[in-house]
Each structure stands twice: as structure tokens, then as C-alpha cells.
């Protein structure tokens, strides 16, 4: 069993910047895939960032933060990290950490493991 813990939300103004972490607890999370999603106001629960780790890390991202958000981890940590820059309005949702032993996709529905959830605000 997987336990995802994030944090590091909060409240930023537009073009500022957010760290957010996803401990794991369980399994080591260099054996895990793992996600970023994102639920906005009133919107479903959306891709946002993933980081899998057959054949060396690889990254993927949606659109609308490709150039302003990386996802990265650190294994001695056990942590999966959301680097979030030049942040917007529409940024702003509740995020959630994702993990799953066997791998990624954008599809919220595919996904073994869930976090909680923090909220980024972000403010004109």
C-alpha cells in the first residue's frame, strides 16, 4: 500500500512561484511512476505532469504549463516535486499526487494511488 502526503500550497500573486512535494510512504518511489493532477473551481480533475522511471526519468507535461512547471524527484526523499514558475490565474485548482507501480497517463481514472490534495491560490 502507497500513502502520498503533499504539500507546499499556498497562497502566491500571479507570476510567483510554488514548490510543491509529494512524500511516499510504502514502496520506494523510484519504483513508482508518479503524477501531478490538478481540480480547479467547478472543472474536472485534470493532467497536469508525470515523471516515470523505466529507461532513466522521463518528464511529460500538459500544454498549458510546458516552459513554467517541472516535475522531478529526489529517491533518498522518497519525494516527487512540482516546480511551479510564471504562475497564473488558471493556475489556481487544488492538486493532487499521484503514484502507480506499472505506469503514466494523463487519465485520472488509470491511477493506483492518490494524495490528499493542496491548494495553490493564485491571486491578480
Known amino acids: 500500500q502507497v500513502q502520498l502526503v503533499e504539500s507546499g500550497g499556498g497562497l502566491v500573486q500571479a507570476g510567483g512561484s510554488l514548490r510543491l512535494s509529494c512524500t511516499a510512504s510504502g514502496p520506494p518511489f523510484s519504483n513508482l511512476h508518479a503524477g501531478w493532477f490538478r481540480q480547479g473551481p467547478g472543472k474536472e480533475r485534470e493532467f497536469v505532469a508525470a515523471?516515470?522511471?523505466?529507461?532513466?526519468?522521463?518528464?511529460y507535461y500538459t500544454d498549458s504549463v510546458k516552459g513554467r512547471f517541472t516535475i522531478s524527484r529526489d529517491n533518498a526523499k522518497n519525494t516527487v516535486y512540482l516546480q511551479m514558475n510564471s504562475l497564473k490565474l488558471e493556475d489556481t485548482a487544488v492538486y493532487y499526487c499521484?503514484?502507480?507501480?506499472?505506469?503514466?497517463?494523463?487519465?485520472?481514472?488509470?491511477?493506483?494511488?492518490w494524495g490528499q490534495g493542496t491548494q495553490v491560490t493564485v491571486s491578480s
Open positions: 515523471i516515470t522511471w523505466r529507461s532513466g526519468d522521463n518528464t
Open positions: 499521484a503514484a502507480d507501480q506499472n505506469g503514466a497517463s494523463a487519465k485520472s481514472d488509470y491511477w493506483d494511488y
